[in-house]
């Protein structure tokens, strides 16, 4: 039988934080450096896509996470779905990497034999070779580094946007959050040198993007391994003349190193926007103790008025746990206190769950889960409350939009397009008539904002003729360009090279 030959397919599930979706992004451009493509190219194949979240592919690596609840059900759930199909699907491999691989190893085999590669946190650039030595053996390929050997930046990246980008500055984190199993898994903070940073930073627009985030652990501690105390404000400083650069993001910064010369920084580097993720995770001074976090809640609500007092326009958000081991009805409430003051713009809320290796873990003073259930929901109202009326305060200011693909889940129905504001909310914009299909992801508009909800914004000015600017960027044509070579691709893909005799399973 001649069939043309298709290559081999991937796609890669994150679970977990931006530093996954960032790791997701290396392993996509490790996987298309060996001659993968993604599966979303290769519409004959995407179409046999299961429930099991496999998307149609050959390869699925599913890159995990053990900080999340449920990390270790949701895994093996998901693995089981995919067993079914791998058996209908000859040659199809699956993959595991990520904080809960680093974490489980070989373990992960004993229930889920049919996995075909396990790779850690430390050595990602093995995926590839896993996957082949798999195939070869015909047995799971298993590596797992108890340190960094190759920086994770240097690795190819497949990015999955264009017009945004990640840039990592550091791995692990010095700190022992006694909640918390990153250290353990990510090792200790190692950072970047500065020049290498700038750059990729200055790859990254070249190759289209307006905006870069700045990744880390733990931001502002960046600088500690080469004795730099002041190292992640210049950095800042710097990343933001980097030419071409519109917008400069950094995530997450800790409250215990964070100084004044950041906030500095930030205030005078247009190109960083006022907007701030710091984690509380506690209002209760004894509850950080027992958390290990060295600073009080004095010193965060301090941080939060400078940074006001310099950027009065910035939305800041933060990370709480309720319910860690030995949280008081009196801690709680201090907690609330301190989200009344704080003013967050949003909050993730999360109910403690132990995590298996964790010093939090095995203390005996677990909170009773219908004790948790209902300080969560009571935290829940409280910030839903504060960020409608901080969403609501937003109504009338006229805001410039980067506009997202995938931000607007709705915006088919409703005519409108999604992006990011400067301080990071997301807004809903309608556009006047004359610009549908006019504006490109990566472009900015600009719009006043007509409606704040409590987890976004509305900016309607258009539809009563009110303000609407549109301003093409090089990151609209960058994702304009991508968008035809994926298509160019997929063609390829489908019809390329001349038939050949191999029939694949067979
Ligand atoms: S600062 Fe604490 S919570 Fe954050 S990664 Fe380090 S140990 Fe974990």
Not at 20 to 31: F, I, K, Q, T, Y
Not at 371 to 389: D, F, G, P, W
Request: glycine share 8%; net charge negative; proline share 5%.
């Amino acid at each position: 039988m001649i069939t043309p030959e298709i290559p081999r397919t991937y796609t890669i599930r994150t679970l977990g934080c931006q530093m996954n979706v960032h790791d997701s992004e290396r392993m996509a451009g490790l996987l298309e450096e060996a001659g993968l493509v993604h599966v979303s190219k290769v519409p004959e194949y995407a179409s046999r896509a299961t429930e099991a979240g496999d998307e149609g592919a050959d390869v699925v690596v599913l890159n995990t996470c053990s900080v999340r609840e449920n990390a270790a059900t949701r895994l093996y759930g998901n693995l089981g779905q995919l067993a079914k199909v791998k058996r209908e699907r000859p040659g199809m491999q699956i993959a595991v990497g990520g904080c809960f691989a680093q974490q489980m190893g070989h373990r992960i085999l004993e229930k889920a034999p049919w996995v075909d590669a396990i790779f850690g946190t430390h050595n990602i650039d093995v995926l590839p070779v896993l996957l082949e030595r798999a195939r070869h053996n015909e047995e799971a390929a298993v590596e797992l580094e108890e340190s960094l050997k190759t920086f994770p930046s240097t690795l190819p990246t497949k990015r999955e946007s264009v017009y945004a980008g990640w840039v990592s500055i550091s791995v692990g984190c010095n700190n022992t959050c006694t909640f918390c199993i990153v250290p353990h898994l990510r090792g200790k903070e190692r950072d970047r040198r500065p020049g290498d940073i700038l750059a990729e930073v200055a790859a990254v627009v070249d190759q289209g993007a307006i905006e870069v985030t700045l990744l880390g652990q733990n931001v502002n501690s960046y600088g500690v391994s080469f004795g730099d105390r002041g190292a992640f404000a210049k950095l800042l400083r710097q990343v933001g003349q980097v030419p071409g650069l519109e917008r400069v993001r950094f995530t997450s910064p800790h409250p215990a190193a964070f100084t004044s010369d950041v906030i500095h920084a930030m205030a005078e580097t247009p190109t960083v926007m006022p907007s701030l993720h710091m984690p509380l995770q506690s209002g209760s001074d004894q509850v950080l103790r027992q958390m290990r976090r060295s600073y009080r809640r004095k010193k965060f609500l301090g941080i939060l008025d400078e940074v006001r007092e310099y950027l009065p326009e910035a939305a800041i958000t933060t990370d709480i746990i309720v319910g860690f081991p030995g949280e008081t009805d009196e801690d709680f409430e201090q907690t609330l206190e301190v989200v009344e003051r704080a003013r967050f713009s949003s909050a993730f809320t999360f109910l403690y769950s132990p995590r298996p290796g964790t010093p939090a873990a095995d203390r005996e003073d677990q909170v009773p889960e219908a004790v948790k259930h209902e300080r969560y929901q009571r935290l829940v109202e409280l910030q839903e409350r504060i960020s409608t009326e901080e969403n609501k305060a937003q109504e009338g200011k006229l805001v410039e939009v980067l506009i997202a693909s995938g931000e607007g889940r709705k915006d088919g129905q409703t005519s409108r397009i999604s992006g990011r504001a400067k301080d990071n909310r997301l807004v809903h914009v309608a556009l006047p008539e004359s610009y549908q299909g006019l504006v490109r992801p990566g472009d900015m508009v600009t719009a006043r904002v007509t409606y704040g909800a409590p987890h976004h914004l509305v900016a309607d000015s258009a539809l009563t003729s009110g303000e609407f600017t549109h301003r093409t960027t090089r990151a609209g044509d960058a994702w304009q360009a991508r968008q035809e070579a994926d298509r160019e691709a997929q063609s390829n893909a489908v019809g390329l090279g001349l038939p050949t005799l191999k029939v694949r399973g067979s």
